[in-house]
């Protein structure tokens, strides 16, 4: 029996799945922000999406998950930014200038940015789920330290420890920048953060 090739019929499933997952987020971030977090239910969210409820917990298993959803890929972004870094170049200053990445929507969109740090900083079950989320990032970075390199460089607890303080950074980074209603300079702000913890 011939075997058929189901690999770009599969592409265009996941193209297609990743379009509605990406248009149900941005409605359930749009509710959210112009409701609020705790008056909105997963039942809202469908219905302000045109979808049954068991349809959008396919693609979202809690409310969190659907504003946040747009952070998912932010983690491998950021592993394939810190492994284009030059392998000659320290831990700590590839790991800042990798952040780069992240920071650059804050940079092209201020406005839309301190919204939407601001809903997730403000509303405590949304900073907790991002927590989990860039926890998650960490062993991506600490994968992307040591392969860019040498793929055989052990994965090691200082190499942990510089992911986790970079993320740090960022997220201290990010509460001043807020504190300051987006007055002060994100950038100026994570520089200095990671300039408090260089050694030497």
Known sequence: MREVNA???????????????????????????REGFDKVTVSDLAAAAGVSRSTFLRYFGTKEDAVLGALDAQGEQLADALRDRPADEDDWTALRRSLDVLVEPYRLDP??????????????????RQREKQNS???????????????????????????????ECLNTALDHWIVSDGDLDLVDLLDEAFAALTIG
Do not use: H, K, N
Request: with cysteine; aromatic share 4%.
């Open 7 to 33: 690999g770009p019929r599969t592409r265009t499933r996941d193209i297609a799945r990743a379009a509605v997952r990406s248009e149900l987020a941005q409605v359930a971030y749009d509710l959210i922000r």
């Open 111 to 128: 406005a839309e940015a301190l919204a939407t740090t601001r809903l997730i900083m403000g509303t405590p079950a949304l900073c907790t």
């Open 137 to 167: 990032w960490r062993p991506l970075l600490v994968g992307a330290l040591a392969e860019r390199t040498d793929p055989a460089r052990p994965f090691t607890v200082a190499l942990s420890v510089r992911a986790g303080a970079a993320l």
